[in-house]
């Protein structure tokens, strides 16, 4: 999901904590252009809602100062949709099911240099 917005919230029906909390149960990937310092009402941007967003769903958030920033950012959004891979797994039945659970992905490759991945922070199962 790609979303443009300055994260400011002045209509929603539901908190910031339960819109992240429905983010975390997605499995949506969640990228974010933020357009800060546009808004008539400042006071209302919340940037860091943006990129907690984008981390807890292992996206990224891009904040821009500039037309041609927002067009780079735009470029690189599409880039990583495209070089996404998807990695799942069953995990083992455990008591405190419904807990959030983090995770960690490391990545080598022989030869490749540095290698640079994204994920989200964790994950919450529906069953107990």
Request: hydrophobic fraction near 40%; include cysteine; proline fraction near 3%.
């Amino acid at each position: 999901m790609v979303v443009v917005s300055d994260g400011g919230d002045n209509a929603s029906r539901r908190t910031s904590a339960k819109i992240l909390s429905l983010a975390r149960r997605s499995d949506a990937v969640i990228y974010a252009i933020g357009i800060l310092g546009v808004s008539p009402i400042e006071e209302e941007e919340d940037a860091g809602l943006l990129k907690r967003l984008c981390k807890d769903t292992g996206g990224a958030v891009y904040l821009p100062r500039s037309l041609a920033e927002t067009i780079a950012m735009s470029t690189n959004v599409a880039r990583d949709l495209r070089e996404r891979y998807t990695l799942g797994f069953a995990p083992a039945v455990r008591a405190d099911a419904r807990a959030f659970r983090t995770i960690a992905v490391t990545v080598t490759a022989g030869g490749r240099g540095r290698l640079r991945v994204r994920t989200r922070s964790g994950y919450l199962t529906d069953t107990p």
